[in-house]
């Protein structure tokens, strides 16, 4: 598992590269939010779309992070109360 911290579009290429090493990667997306909120969509669609393609799964942890993971590992999405 790996923690970065997403800041411009050139980070992509580590991101799958990390992937690629069936690395979990959890990303903090508030530097590039507060630079650039349409390039942080394309960075989200194309990252979305290349963990597609390989079979792994993305999704959003809280307003700040992205959760990407391996071929292999998916994601639960359960709706539960924690009360």
């Known amino acids: 598992m790996k923690a970065l911290t997403l800041r411009d579009i ?7 590269e990390d992937i ?3 690395m979990i990667v959890i990303l903090k997306v508030t530097p590039l939010a507060q630079k650039d909120v349409e390039e942080l969509r394309k960075v989200v669609e194309e990252l979305y779309s290349y963990s597609q393609s390989v079979g792994g ?3 959003r942890l809280g307003e700040e992070r992205v959760v990407i993971t391996p071929p292999g590992v998916k ?3 359960g709706a539960y109360d924690l009360k």
């Open 57 to 59: 799964d993305i999704a």
């Open 10 to 16: 050139s980070d992509i290429a580590a991101i799958k």
């Open 20 to 22: 690629k090493k069936h």
């Open 75 to 77: 994601i639960w999405r």
